[in-house]
């Protein structure tokens, strides 16, 4: 056995670093120690340092063949062999090739300036590069991945799947969907690069994140789950609702549907809040269906539909005679027909100051008199009162009386926008779509690509707007898919525009010049975003690079939700 003569390492000309059996550096040649010098390691005193898989190797195989380790933001290629030295000792010969893998320090550094999450494997499945933007994604650090096997990382569990390793095995392009520990779904497109001779050196994977997509689709599959979860908390809700349905998934509406189911067991008068199209009708029938009044009738009104000069007799009736034209035996009023039932006061902040005092009256006392009619009549009747106003503008007393408000606020339950329950976005498009295939006789569906752009909607008319974008949508539509191409037609028809898109580009004062591109270019950004759902649609919306954008949110530039 010939002992090891470290002597010769500076006369090569590849750099070169020798340890002992335990890592620690005990020489290290002019060229190692200029590659160290470089990467600002020049005082490193353990191998494992710069060759994580020093600490995590399992096998003398892994750890003693060819593979790629990072110096600094280098990649290198090395070489380790096992050496004899003085005393019986065991060490360690690291040799570097003296060029790295990627050829050029400056393709490893323009990688990591590319927003793409990116990976560049070689023939033998050793990842050699991975760039800043995929070790963001990952949470990994590149020093801990870099020259090791793809194989192994599968082996370990620290990766679920490989592309790379996929685009190896198939000897072709190919698209593979990998979840990491941090949540992250990426979708690599993998491409195998070649020589002359048709051998394949290295497959170069690209990336974007699909999280948000995958969890989409996977609404969208399980929505027939969903619907039975819907129908199990409703319980009693379903019984008499006919075809009104409340579905949702959102905490927010589950809230709602609790306090709901509450109030219907008592007959204080509810107040509803809510931006017109919410449902607060649904509600409203769902508060009087599980209470003790279900058996009685259910009568709605719209209270900026009854002309001024018939309220009262459209609320309490007319006797026989009372003005001219009366109908002869009188006629009921809204009192009358929810006798022992619920009366449901839709838009009741537009009664006019009069009628608001003559309805406290009734509230108050419990009878009434009948237009013409000079004797009372008693009435049983549960109020619910619903408005899209502010509790603010209401409470002030300048458009609605204080003490009816606070006579109809007894319980109040605030509807949320669709804006700000998202959740229920999907389990909504679901229903719609089962109901109006119904009523059309057709068997329609939306195409998968389109969700984000129905989740990334404001929906200013609620829940109303999304059904009757669906309805057009069906009734466009030239094949049993909705796609883009019919949103598009919808889209262009309604001129459908959220408050970001209907925001106007003006200016109201002096600014710098580059303080209003900037402005102008965030406007721009924000309604393609609102438009498209997602950074790639919306490069293509804007004729850019999705990169662009990228760079622009990563440097504060632009913020979109």
């Not at 898989?53 to 003693?64: H, I, N, Q």
């Not at 009087?288 to 609320?315: K, W």
């Not at 022992?340 to 005092?357: A, C, H, I, N, R």
């Not at 898109?501 to 102008?520: C, F, G, T, W, Y």
Request: some cysteine.
């Amino acid at each position: 056995m010939t002992l090891f003569d470290d002597g010769f390492l500076q006369h090569l000309a590849n750099a070169s670093i020798l340890t002992d059996e335990k890592g620690m550096l005990l020489v290290t040649n002019g060229p190692a120690e200029a590659m160290l010098d470089s990467a600002g390691l020049r005082d490193i005193a353990h191998i494992s340092d710069i060759d994580p898989l020093f600490v995590t190797r399992k096998s003398s195989m892994a750890f003693m063949g060819p593979r790629t380790i990072m110096i600094g933001k280098v990649s290198r290629r090395v070489r380790v062999f096992s050496v004899d030295l003085d005393n019986g000792r065991k060490g360690h010969l690291f040799l570097f090739d003296t060029a790295d893998v990627l050829k050029t320090m400056d393709f490893d550094t323009l990688l990591d300036y590319i927003d793409v999450p990116i990976a560049i494997a070689n023939q033998e499945g050793v990842l050699e590069h991975l760039n800043e933007s995929l070790s963001k994604y990952i949470g990994v650090d590149a020093k801990e991945w870099i020259g090791r096997n793809l194989n192994v990382l599968v082996e370990e569990r620290a990766l679920t799947d490989s592309a790379s390793l996929n685009a190896l095995k198939a000897k072709k392009p190919t698209d593979t969907n990998v979840t990491y520990g941090t949540g992250v779904t990426l979708q690599y497109r993998s491409l195998p690069f070649r020589d002359r001779h048709g051998k394949i050196l290295k497959v170069i994977s690209t990336g974007r994140d699909v999280t948000r997509m995958i969890q989409l689709e996977q609404d969208l599959s399980s929505s027939e789950t969903l619907k039975d979860q819907y129908y199990k908390r409703l319980n009693t809700l379903e019984v008499l609702l006919g075809k009104e349905r409340i579905v949702y998934s959102s905490e927010q509406m589950r809230r709602v549907v609790q306090l709901a189911v509450k109030a219907g067991k008592f007959d204080s008068p509810v107040f509803l809040w809510g931006e017109s199209g919410v449902g607060k009708e649904v509600v409203a029938k769902v508060i009087h269906q599980v209470g003790n009044r279900s058996q009685g009738p259910f009568v709605g009104v719209n209270c900026s539909a009854i002309p001024s000069e018939l309220l009262e007799s459209e609320f309490f009736g007319y006797d026989e005679g009372a003005f001219t034209g009366a109908k002869k035996g009188g006629r009921k009023g809204l009192f009358d027909e929810a006798e022992k039932g619920t009366l449901f006061l839709d838009e009741v902040s537009e009664l006019p100051l009069g009628m608001q005092s003559k309805l406290l009256r009734v509230i108050q006392e419990q009878q009434y008199m009948r237009v013409g009619s000079n004797k009372t009549v008693s009435t049983d009747v549960r109020i619910i009162a619903s408005t899209n106003l502010s509790r603010e503008h209401l409470a002030d007393g300048t458009v609605f009386r204080r003490d009816l408000f606070y006579r109809l606020n007894v319980i109040p339950i605030h509807i949320p926008p669709l804006r700000d329950r998202r959740d229920d976005i999907l389990p909504l498009i679901r229903f719609f779509l089962k109901e109006l295939n119904l009523k059309h006789g057709s068997n329609m569906r939306i195409a998968n690509s389109l969700l984000p752009r129905f989740y990334h909607y404001d929906w200013p008319g609620n829940v109303r707007e999304l059904k009757n974008f669906i309805e057009r949508l069906l009734v466009i539509a030239s094949s049993d898919t909705v796609g883009d191409a019919e949103y598009d037609l919808v889209n262009q028809l309604e001129i459908i525009k959220t408050p970001d898109q209907a925001e106007d580009i003006s200016i109201s004062r002096l600014m710098p010049l580059k303080h209003a591109m900037n402005r102008v270019e965030e406007i721009l950004f924000k309604q393609a975003y609102q438009e498209a759902g997602n950074i790639e649609k919306t490069a293509e919306l804007l004729e850019i690079n999705p990169s662009t954008i990228y760079r622009k949110i990563k440097k504060g530039r632009i913020r979109l939700k």
